[in-house]
């Protein structure tokens, strides 16, 4: 995890579940293999309805049919980010699609812990509706010493919460190189 990262974004709205990020049909990709997991960042975002994507202008694809890595960077979502079924396959296609970071309102539960645990993205939550403020393609700085996002088209500047102790596990990239980094390998059963 970078403290401070800059790229473009793509907004998305309330209630991204887990099927929109990576539908049940591209499931049978192995992650565990390198040739097979970039399959999932060619079909990350693919369930998400067309009138939702691209928030508030309408319609923007995430990435062509063809590529495997999207031009984007970031994700502002909304309200309840990476609901639905406790798919550990959601973070991963958002990973192998570029996506480093994703800004919400709110997770389930379960989303939030996959992204941490298996070290895949950082999910980082919003004092504000960032949905009504940011338009897909822009460009945004986040510092998440200062917790901060500033968009650089309009100069805007919003305030994040603190990752807390979630950072030292996203950085040790995911749980278990942090049991490990913190010697705690004997404590765990």
Known sequence: MKDQIQGKVYVLGDNVDTDQIIPAQY???NPMN???VK????YALSGVPPDQGGLPKGHIPFHSA???ISD???IIGGKNFGCGSSREHAPIALKEAGITLVVAESYARIFYRNSVNGGY?????SDERLIDRICTGDEVFIDLNE???RNEKTKE???LKSLGEVALIIKAGGIFPYVEQMGMENEVS
């Open 27 to 29: 499931l049978t990709f």
């Open 34 to 36: 390198p040739e097979e």
């Open 39 to 42: 399959m999932y960042g060619k």
């Open 66 to 68: 063809d590529e495997f």
């Open 72 to 74: 984007f960077q970031i």
């Open 121 to 125: 993205l950082t999910p980082v939550e």
């Open 147 to 149: 917790n901060i996002l």
């Open 157 to 159: 500047t919003f305030s």
